[in-house]
């Protein structure tokens, strides 16, 4: 089992629609990142959090310690919103990553 | 600045070619990461240095070289590399040092897509 799971694995959408991503972990963590990574593209940081709610645009993501778990939401969504996203988390007093393995969203207009 | 930058974007390599891939960063980072990500799946890590020396090695073959000249700075010298090498580098920076959470977020450039024939 992965230590970080991600679903949908594979998500579609009409531009407009409100989305959700889902990510649980079953380490202990310092930090949790989202990111994104477009075709063929590099990697962008779009949050990193220890608690609570963050906003940035027509982005939101949230974390549940207790639960272990966090999601990354998207309203109105756009078509420039297809990409994959990453969740990662890093584990206590470490330099490493744990990523799970994406969720690729199409966002159709 | 906030911002890495990897060159070259795209490089074509022989089994028998000496070549470096080259990441920079000047946001006064003083940890640097070397991933490897194959289509389709996430991120392998590969090396990570911090304050200019190697602190992770992902039992990575010798064919790979890390060098970081300097803390602004990092190289990836390839030798005799393998087709199955093939995929995107990615570099990423992050600070050190401190005791926060965001002295741990990850700067990731636009990566270096390699191909090996």
């Known amino acids: 089992k992965n230590e970080v799971e991600q679903s949908p694995q594979n998500l579609t959408a009409q531009e407009g629609e409100f989305i959700t991503i889902n990510c649980s972990y079953s380490v202990g963590i310092s930090a949790l990142h989202w990111l994104q990574q477009h075709p063929g593209g590099g990697i962008v940081s779009l949050f990193m959090?220890?608690?609570g709610k963050k906003k940035h645009g027509r982005l939101i993501a949230t974390i549940n310690i207790q639960e272990k778990h966090s999601s990354l939401h998207i309203t109105a969504s756009h078509p420039r919103d297809s990409a994959v996203y990453i969740c990662a988390v890093r584990s206590y007093n470490t330099d490493k990553l744990i990523f799970g393995t994406g969720t690729r969203l199409q966002v159709f207009p | 600045d906030t911002e890495v930058t990897q060159t070259p974007k795209h490089l074509v390599m022989g089994m028998t070619n000496k070549k470096s891939l080259k990441c920079e960063q000047h946001?006064?980072?003083?940890?640097m990461y070397w991933y490897k990500q194959k289509a389709k799946k996430p991120p392998e890590l590969m090396f990570v240095y911090s304050y200019e020396k190697l602190s992770i090695n992902e039992s990575v073959p010798s064919r790979f070289s890390p060098e970081c000249p300097n803390s602004s700075l990092l190289n990836l010298h390839l030798h005799a590399l393998q087709p199955e090498d093939s995929a995107l580098y990615l570099c990423?920076?992050?600070?050190?040092?401190?005791?926060?959470?965001?002295?741990?977020?990850?700067?990731f450039g636009p990566g270096t897509r390699l191909t090996v024939t």
């Open positions: 946001m006064g980072h003083r940890a």
């Open positions: 959090l220890s608690s």
């Open positions: 990423a920076s992050s600070h050190q040092g401190g005791t926060g959470a965001k002295s741990y977020e990850q700067y």
